[in-house]
């Protein structure tokens, strides 16, 4: 894996979680050139980041404030929290946005209610059941399956 660069520039993007979203995620980035560090607490879950994945990978709880600062979240300019946990995503894009001051910060929520409850603070959030339903409905209405029931 390669140094990242602009460490200290406000460049990095910060995901954690290394799962199947956050290590395609991170290919996807570094691909583009774009400084990226990768967070999680199972080593061998860096194993899905691709041979040509040039960005640092931190192996630690991401709800723990060291591993975060071992991440260098304040020199961070985006954090992407996708673990496999609510919870987590959620206390790890709150400590991002208001204990490192990180400016954009989205986090995964699988739970639809929440969603809005996290917007007010400032948090983006994508929320996979939602975008799959826009995906389908919007799916559904180009087929043609209801004009042949009219
Ligand atoms: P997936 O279910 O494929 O989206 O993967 C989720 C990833 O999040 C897994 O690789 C988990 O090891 C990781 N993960 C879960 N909880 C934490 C945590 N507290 N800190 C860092 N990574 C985590």
Known sequence: MGLLTNR??????IIIGCGRLGANLANTLSDKGRS???VDNDKGAFRKLSSSFGGIVVSGDATEIK?????QIENAAAVVAVTNNDNTNI???QMAKELFNVQHVIARLYDPERECVYREFGIDTICPAVLSAKEIDKLLNISDIWEDSI
């Open 8 to 13: 200290k520039t406000k460049e990095n993007t």
């Open 36 to 38: 990226v560090l990768i």
């Open 67 to 71: 591993v975060l600062k071992e991440a």
């Open 91 to 93: 206390m790890v894009a």
